[in-house]
């Protein structure tokens, strides 16, 4: 099964800004808006973060922004703090598989 | 809010039938998608497949052969029926709401498959 890739770690100081990039094709995240993203703290669910490409849930902090270019997502996190460090999923409609998760990114805040 | 439970055996012996029951609290079942997602010890999410209230699905082509999800709207829960399991279908197990965004998830459930 396809999935969509992620680069394994990325790390930030506390008010830096990061960067996860999330690289599809053009089955899935290239043909489509229904790109979301998911925090997912050790032993606990994933929480839903971003949906249709850039959209923020209500309660979710606006230090948090997706956006899309060709076939590749990406979510952004400004202002780093503490509590961002977790892992980070993106998601996506596929044509080939419905829907497809990425390989995952850990994010260390230094 | 709406609150999701999953319920159902943490244990199921390798080519058994694996059941799990999702209750939704604090909502109606009625108008929503609610999907199967589950993630291997240690590894990353995948989706299993959706129902709409109604009862129509849509399942991952990896798993369409083995899986069955439905819906008692009656008592507001969807269920998940997963057979011919393997050591590879051992996963925590999670419901949660929509078809494409899944927001909010219930809890999870650890399934072992081991004889």
């Known amino acids: 099964q396809s999935v969509l890739t992620q680069p394994a770690s990325v790390s930030g100081s506390p008010g830096q800004s990061i960067t996860i990039s999330c690289t599809g094709t053009s089955s899935d995240v290239g043909a489509y808006n229904y790109v979301s993203w998911y925090q997912q703290h050790p032993g606990k669910a994933p929480k839903l973060m971003i949906y249709d490409v850039n959209n923020r849930p209500s309660g979710v902090s606006n230090r948090f922004s997706g956006s899309k270019s060709g076939t590749t997502a990406s979510l952004t996190i400004s202002g780093l703090q503490a509590e961002d460090e977790a892992d980070y999923y993106c998601?996506?409609?596929?044509?080939?598989?419905?829907?497809?998760f990425g390989t995952g990114t850990r994010v260390t805040v230094l | 809010q709406v609150q999701l439970q999953e319920s159902g055996p943490g244990l199921v012996k390798p080519s058994e039938t694996l059941s799990l029951t999702c209750s939704v609290s604090g909502g109606s079942i009625s108008n929503y998608y609610w999907s199967w997602l589950r993630q291997p010890p240690g590894k990353g999410l995948e989706w299993i497949g959706y129902?709409?209230?109604?009862?129509?699905?849509n399942y991952n082509p990896s798993l369409k052969s083995r899986v069955t999800i439905s819906v008692d709207t009656s008592k507001n829960q969807f269920s998940l029926k997963l057979n011919s399991v393997t050591a590879a279908d051992t996963a925590v197990y999670y419901c949660?709401?929509?078809?494409?965004?899944?927001?909010?998830w219930g809890q999870g459930t650890l399934v072992t498959v081991s004889s």
């Open positions: 998601n996506s409609y596929s044509s080939s598989t419905s829907y497809v």
């Open positions: 129902i709409y209230y109604s009862g129509s699905t």
């Open positions: 949660a709401r929509g078809a494409g965004w899944y927001d909010p």
